[in-house]
């Protein structure tokens, strides 16, 4: 019955902006995202914990800010200054603990055209 749902993505040019949003049915201890490119494996680009502490990957810190609204069972990826390396599937995620069950989105794709 747990479900994630995306919304957000689309195409835009260098340079320019997204927010991506996922809305879970249910309140995590931990959400993030992760995005995964053709023929490359999935790999995490922000998660942040109910108190607010975040991760980012190096290679979108400082440029992709990540946050949620615990009210709203939302959680947010503001990508700034995209590139067109961030071209990838993103996919919402979330858990309520190490270990524990992990949920996951149906995947929104990013497109950056230079």
């Known amino acids: 019955q747990v479900q994630l749902v995306e919304s957000g993505g689309g195409l835009v040019q260098a340079g320019r902006s997204l927010r991506l949003s996922c809305v879970a049915s249910?309140?995590?201890?931990?959400m993030g995202w992760y995005r995964q490119a053709p023929g490359k494996q999935r790999d995490l680009v922000a998660r942040?914990?109910?108190?607010?502490?975040?991760n980012y990957a190096d290679s979108v810190k400082g440029r992709f800010t990540i946050s949620r609204d615990n009210a709203k069972n939302t959680v947010y990826l503001q990508m700034n200054s995209l590139k067109p390396e961030d071209t990838a599937v993103y996919y919402c995620?979330?858990?309520?603990?190490?270990?524990?069950?992990?949920?996951w989105g149906q995947g929104t794709q990013v497109t950056v055209s230079s």
């Open positions: 995620n979330a858990m309520q603990g190490y270990g524990s069950t992990t949920y």
């Open positions: 942040i914990n109910r108190s607010g502490s975040t």
């Open positions: 249910v309140s995590f201890n931990y």
